[in-house]
């Protein structure tokens, strides 16, 4: 892989699911690292989470090591990207939540992962244009 900023912000999303997996393990409710930091969840559910998050982390290293993988990792971050926003405008959400309580602070969070899959997408879209033209 030529492209070192699609590389680097691929580590740099490994990294990130290293750090969500670690608050999911250890029930450590930030925004950011825990969507619906808020909402009511038991310890087993974030422990799964967690364990599944490690996928994630494998995904988003192996991209940033071999380009052959980078349209798996923005295929699941995409579909990640769609599911939370189905959570978001969920019946499921809204019974859990407090009456009047806003869901911005989740459709900030996710508005925030959809803008970092933009920016993979247009790394990967330029990095392959620039192999395309080099022929390979």
């Known amino acids: 892989m030529n492209s070192q900023p699609l590389r680097y912000s691929l580590l740099a999303g490994?990294?990130?699911?290293?750090?969500?997996?670690?608050?999911?393990?250890?029930?450590?409710?930030?925004?950011?690292?825990?969507?619906?930091y808020d909402t009511p969840f038991h310890a087993y559910q974030d422990k799964i989470i967690s364990f599944a998050v490690?996928?994630?982390?494998?995904?988003?290293?192996?991209?940033?090591?071999?380009?052959?993988?980078?349209?798996?990792?923005?295929?699941?971050?995409?579909?990640?990207?769609?599911?939370?926003?189905?959570?978001?405008?969920?019946?499921?959400?809204?019974?859990?939540?407090?009456?009047?309580?806003?869901?911005?602070?989740?459709?900030a969070q996710v508005g925030a992962i959809a803008a970092y899959w933009v920016w993979l997408l247009v790394l990967f879209v330029r990095q392959r244009s620039v192999a395309d033209l080099d022929g390979r």
């Open 14 to 36: 490994a990294a990130y699911f290293v750090c969500m997996a670690i608050a999911h393990f250890f029930g450590i409710k930030q925004p950011l690292l825990f969507v619906y």
């Open 54 to 107: 490690v996928a994630y982390v494998a995904l988003f290293w192996c991209a940033a090591r071999e380009w052959s993988v980078v349209p798996a990792a923005l295929f699941v971050l995409g579909v990640t990207v769609a599911g939370l926003s189905a959570v978001n405008v969920s019946d499921a959400l809204a019974e859990v939540l407090q009456p009047g309580q806003s869901t911005w602070p989740y459709w």
